[in-house]
């Protein structure tokens, strides 16, 4: 038997809790038991998403609430500015241009953080951006933008909208949709959440739905103020993902019993100690600043291809894990510590890298960065 242990960032682990609510006998989405489903969910979305505005729940996957948030406000030719330094930020130029969108990019190298002034020097000089389109943690390279800093920037921008994928960054992140001034936050269900996919949330601001009204683009699926007009009657415009909502309650409930604080804290404390014990054993980190609490991204050690470290750790020792993508596929393998993990999930996964660095001749003292893990964990 290989006992298997889910360490990718996205799908992650679902609690049982979460796995047994959703056993429960299907409900029809139309009938009156799924109305307090529904609203319960809207409610404890809005507690997540730090906001009062509408959270809209998507049957289909986190990239589903990134084209709701091209498709739903803007239009053909509108001006906007993707901040691209992974392979989510390419996404977001991918779709802005499906749609027929000016998009203007500002390219981040892979491994850093965007800088705020950069954003700041193009809004002032091109008065006419539309929305500025990032991610909160760029799952690829393991790098978290400011989005506090963003936001504070763009918000002095009247005509333009602040699009954010919080896919990955959601729990792991504290992102203050109201306070900061999001006006479109994009999560999914298989991160944070700790939920299988199928569900994208997406938060829409006054400032937002107010554009909406002027985007002539195409909707039909992805229709926000259709699924605007049904949440308020706690629907949603199609067959509702029953089940998924369901153990969406649950895992809100696990959440709330938690409490917001302590699940950013331990997200902080986890991510702390998976880069100190990698750069323990000698690793270093892709992230070249500003790492993201969602997911680590290591650099494998020269001569060692990463998508062989990562294909070791799940065939011998049953972690899955994740390789590097696009241009850093070789050069990486991501740990993600997200959603339901703890202490020993972070000291399987360095265990794991240590066994499998050793067993492909990399020189290194089993137990040195699980020592640093465990010395850390019990401060
Ligand atoms: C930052 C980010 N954006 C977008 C996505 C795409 O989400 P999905 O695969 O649910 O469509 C992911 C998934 O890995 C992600 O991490």
Known sequence: MLKRYLLAPGPTPVPSEVLLAMAAPIIHHRSPD???VLDS??????WLFQTRNDVLILCSTGTGGMVGAVN???NRGDKVLVINGGKFGERWTKICQAYSLDVEEIIVEWGYAVKPETVEERLKKNKDIKGVFVQASETSTGVYHDIKALASIIKKHDD????????SALVAHDLRTDEWGIDIMVGGSQKGVMLPPGIAFVSVSEK??????TSKLPKFYFNFKKERENLAKNQTNFTSPVTLIIGLNESLKMLQAEGLENVLKRHERLAHVMRKAV???GLGLYAKESPSNAVTAIMSPPGIDGQAVYKN???KYGITAAGGQDKAKGKIFRIAHLGYTDRFDVITAIAGIEMVLKGMGHP???GTGVAVAQELLMA
């Open 34 to 36: 799924f109305l307090p």
């Open 41 to 46: 969910a809207k409610k404890g979305l809005q």
């Open 72 to 74: 739903n406000f803007f």
């Open 160 to 167: 333009t909208l602040f699009i954010v994928d919080a896919i």
């Open 208 to 213: 937002a739905w107010q554009r909406a009204e």
């Open 279 to 281: 750069q323990a054993i």
């Open 313 to 315: 750790l799940r065939e």
């Open 364 to 366: 290194l003292k089993l």
